[in-house]
């Protein structure tokens, strides 16, 4: 996947820019509030997705503007493909995302999800370190879903259920045929939540030593990081998550609500051997969420036949020198697009440095 040009109109502070990517590393480089991470997620807008800071449309517009337009030509499926994106302000002709993809009107920007593809690093990721494990499991049902299209279907079932067993355990008592009911939803369960656990069990198993070489260079060998699934039970068969449910039955009924199953699994980030979470430095930190993030692209790459575009935004600060070099000259086989304040990024790095002005681009 390659991005080759992108011209931003109307887009957040973004009056008119063109971006010309080389086709490695592309450094974005400016003071504060000037349109980096604006940039970043105009690239990423063309994946179809949602805007990875939350953002409405409204927001997306360029205040005093109508509609924005993100027009790029990028190589996907080995050939050469052009979208463009258009928002529009409520109350426009067109409202809303819309897209063309190479001059046909595709409608609502989502219908174009695959097409061209980025995983995205931003600050806030930092909370699959430093949060709890709700995040964890976002990010790992997240990358499924993109590659597995049945995934989403099976996780959405499963957690279905789930309210509709809470439901009952919560008034388990005064349920005419409770028991029965309870047994039909833990056989959907354990149907659903083990397909879940699989799908989460065989990723891990490419995600993890991925991400652990990632860390491992990062660091310069001087450290090491552990990615550990840890499933209720031996994930793979539905045999396993109905025993594991029949074993806590009674906890259950006295508890109200479901206490195992695939929903309340975590998956541990060791450093050096210790929780992340409790003992890693704010640049270790970053550097297991940056290898994890990393390690998603290149799964990405190899399930789906095309590595996807990374964007890092904000990856360098708390890094030392020698992370920080790292970033800007060893990672060249994959199209990257990295911001960063840091003026005198220009001396480090073997990437093209664009600047970032106010909203212009200068190279
Ligand atoms: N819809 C909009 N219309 C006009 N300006 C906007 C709009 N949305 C955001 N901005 C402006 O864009 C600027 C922020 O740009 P951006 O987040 O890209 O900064 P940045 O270069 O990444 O800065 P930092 O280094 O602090 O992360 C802010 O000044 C903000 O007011
Ligand atoms: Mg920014």
Redesign the pocket.
């Known amino acids: 996947m390659r991005l080759d040009r992108l011209v931003v109109t109307d887009?957040?502070?973004?009056a008119r820019a063109e971006l010309q990517p080389a086709p490695r590393l592309t450094v974005?480089c400016?003071?504060?509030?000037?349109?980096?991470?604006?940039?970043?997620?105009a690239i990423w807008l063309l994946t179809g997705g949602k805007s990875f800071r939350g953002?409405r449309d409204?927001?997306?517009?360029?205040?005093?503007?109508e509609f924005s337009v993100l027009e790029a030509q990028f190589s996907a499926d080995g050939r050469d493909q052009q979208a463009r994106l258009t928002v529009g302000a409520k109350g426009t002709q067109k409202p809303g995302r819309t897209v063309r993809l190479n001059g046909a009107d595709r409608g609502r920007a989502a219908s174009i999800a695959g097409t061209f593809t980025a995983v995205v690093f931003d600050p806030n990721h930092l909370s699959l370190v430093k949060g709890g494990p709700e995040g964890r499991r976002r990010f790992l049902d997240a990358a499924l879903c993109q590659l597995y299209p049945g995934y989403l279907a099976a996780s959405r079932r499963y957690l279905r259920v789930v309210a509709q067993k809470n439901a009952l355990l919560k008034a388990y008592d005064i349920t005419p045929g409770g028991d029965v009911l309870l047994e039909t939803y833990n056989e959907a369960l354990a149907g659903y939540g083990s397909e879940v656990m699989r799908r989460r069990a065989e990723y891990l198993t490419r995600l993890a030593p991925a991400a652990e070489a990632n860390y491992r260079d990062i660091s310069r060998g001087a450290e090491t990081l552990e990615l550990r699934y840890c499933p209720c039970c031996e994930p793979g068969s539905p045999e396993h998550l109905a025993a594991k449910l029949r074993e806590m039955r009674s906890a259950e009924l006295r508890a109200g609500f479901c206490l195992t199953g695939p929903h309340r699994e975590d998956l541990d980030i060791l450093i050096d051997g210790q929780p992340g979470k409790i003992y890693g430095s704010q640049g270790q930190q970053r550097s297991a969420v940056l290898s994890m993030k990393l390690a998603e692209a290149s799964v990405a790459g190899e399930v789906l036949g095309e590595h996807p575009v990374m964007l890092l935004?904000?990856v360098l600060s708390e890094l030392d020198d020698a992370r920080q070099t790292y970033l800007l000259t060893r990672i060249e086989d994959k199209q990257t697009f990295v911001?960063?304040?840091d003026s005198a990024a220009f001396a480090r790095t073997n990437g093209r440095l664009v600047f970032?002005e106010g909203?212009s681009v200068k190279e």
């Open positions: 887009f957040r502070n973004i974005l400016g003071a504060n509030g000037q349109g980096k991470t604006n940039l970043l997620e953002a409204a927001e997306l517009i360029r205040r005093g503007a935004d904000d911001t960063t304040c970032v909203g």
